[in-house]
């Protein structure tokens, strides 16, 4: 059951401190409160619950502010949990009405927060976020999208007494992977790990037919444990020594897979294994698959290649990187616009992101009622389809046309004036990555689960967006301070009286912050 939270936001003089006192409107978490629309989708979180049947759910404020200040503090479940428990500003930031000296929940309600936020909806808490920041109005008509017969005559989705839009701003793309929290994977500890785990549920089916079998069935486990090691202990092993190690742990394996077919027919039931059981014995079925077809065929590769037994929905994502060549992970395509960053695409399979332009560009256009005037990409991007897609649009692609080089030295000296600027504005978005991986969590996705790690790598481009707002927000604040010092240094330098109130209040105590459209910030777009 879910009961929907009050509406507008709680203030922070009325928040109720049993040791007296009250709180700071400068403390960030209160800042952070105000800059949320925690009304946006709250509707769309409360339908999946009963609006009649079970307990009362956390509210989505709790769920996603709790998530926030996990991925911001960079905390475990269950010290996020404490940290709650002891600072009365987490609690504001929470909805709380008043400070309580115990934790508001379990631990263990994280996952369920994880669950319940899926990526699509925190991509909707973001982009209501992005939008609020930029001045962006909300009701403002999203164009409609092209169709195919549109897609070589942009202005027909326009109507004739409507002129299209021009063209405006920049739009940065590129594509990162998220590591998961996974050991570094070889056939052979797969393989190991995975007869480990199918020893586990012959142990528990034998359990269920011991009356009917006389004996145990054996499955040398000792044996294939000194095998494995007299391999894995070697620096460097030869290629014929680790095809020997992979042949005798998939022979072991099969072994295996023999006795709990043996155990089923003898009786026992795959029902009365649990679930973690259950599904770790169909994994293992499938590596054991995979791993005999590719050393079978003297094979480095194969379809939806499992590199972990916790997480089979893991995979291989080959980047090419120094030092990194292949990362264990889940792949993303981002979009930045005037720092603002969008997580437009995750896939758990690999992709060329080069197939993601036309979309994210179009996703641009929904979103801010144009197109971009340039659209800043490294090469990977710059193929002839996407060129000729953007040249139709208006659209600028960064980098050096196709075809041989132009010979006039005047215009060779503008193209590369053009590529090191186009490059300057490129490199941001390799910052946003670097902060999302060095300051948060996207080095290192912690939860093991498809949908909780989706959720917590969108938790995290989220939190990217509220830094940069109130990291402007306080830029401003000085600047306003330092504004005012030499107002009235001013003034008394000439003698005068100042009539500057000094009071305890500042600028932002109201609700609503202004937007960038309001600080005489350049936009990208129009507002």
Not at 92 to 117: C, I, N, Q, T
Not at 254 to 272: E, M, V
Not at 369 to 396: F, L, M
Request: charged share 25%; hydrophobic share 35%.
């Amino acid at each position: 059951m879910y009961r929907t939270s009050p509406p507008g936001q709680l203030s922070f003089e009325n928040f109720y401190l049993p040791f007296g006192g009250k709180l700071s409107s400068d403390n960030r978490w209160v800042k952070l409160a105000k800059l949320i629309p925690w009304e946006t989708v709250e509707a769309a979180y409360a339908e999946q619950f009963s609006a009649t049947m079970g307990a009362p759910a956390k509210s989505f404020r709790v769920a996603l502010g709790t998530l926030i200040i996990k991925e911001k503090l960079g905390t475990s479940d269950e010290e996020t949990v404490e940290q709650i428990r002891e600072n009365p500003y987490l609690q504001y930031f929470l909805g709380f009405s008043e400070y309580r000296d115990e934790a508001p929940f379990d631990p263990s309600m994280l996952v369920h927060f994880r669950k319940r936020l899926s990526f699509e909806l925190v991509g909707q808490v973001n982009e209501a976020i992005v939008k609020k920041m930029l001045g962006v109005s909300e009701d403002a008509p999203a164009p409609q999208t092209s169709t195919s017969s549109e897609s070589t005559a942009p202005d027909s989705a326009h109507d004739d007494d409507e002129p299209p839009a021009l063209n405006q701003g920049q739009l940065i793309l590129d594509a990162t992977c998220a590591p998961a929290d996974i050991r570094y994977p070889t056939d052979l500890s797969l393989l190991n790990e995975a007869r480990e785990k199918s020893e586990a549920i012959i142990d528990a089916l034998y359990l269920q037919v011991r009356d009917q079998l006389k004996t145990k069935p054996r499955t040398y486990r000792k044996q294939a444990r000194k095998a494995y090691l007299s391999i894995s202990k070697t620096r460097r092993p030869s290629r014929k020594l680790s095809r020997k190690g992979i042949r005798q742990q998939l022979n072991y394996l099969g072994r295996n897979l023999r006795h709990i077919d043996t155990l089923i027919a003898a009786g026992a039931s795959l029902a009365q294994l649990s679930r973690r059981q259950y599904r770790m014995l169909l994994v293992i079925t499938e590596v054991v698959r995979q791993q005999r077809a590719m050393y079978q065929t003297k094979t480095q590769r194969i379809d939806d290649r499992i590199v972990s037994i916790t997480q089979p929905h893991v995979r291989p994502i080959v980047r090419g990187k120094a030092g990194v060549p292949v990362e264990f992970g889940a792949k993303l395509s981002v979009s930045c616009i005037h720092g603002c960053v969008f997580l437009d695409h995750l896939s758990w399979d690999n992709f060329n992101e080069s197939t993601d332009l036309q979309d994210q560009v179009e996703a641009y256009r929904s979103r801010f009622g144009c197109y971009p005037e340039s659209v800043h990409v490294d090469q990977i991007y710059r193929t002839r389809a996407n060129r000729s897609w953007c040249k139709v649009r208006g659209i600028r692609l960064s980098g050096p046309p196709l075809g041989r080089p132009i010979q006039d030295p005047s215009v060779q000296d503008e193209l590369k004036k053009q590529a090191r600027q186009d490059e300057k504005v490129r490199v941001s978005i390799e910052g946003k990555f670097g902060q999302a991986k060095r300051r948060f969590s996207l080095a290192r996705v912690m939860a093991k689960l498809a949908d909780t790690a989706q959720s917590a790598i969108a938790i995290t481009f989220l939190v990217l967006n509220l830094e940069r707002w109130l990291r402007l927000l306080l830029s401003l604040l000085f600047w306003l301070y330092t504004l005012g010092l030499q107002v009235l240094h001013g003034l008394l330098e000439r003698d005068e009286p100042s009539h500057l109130s000094i009071g305890t209040s500042t600028p932002f105590e109201s609700n609503s912050y202004p937007a960038f459209s309001e600080l005489a910030i350049p936009l990208p777009i129009s507002a």
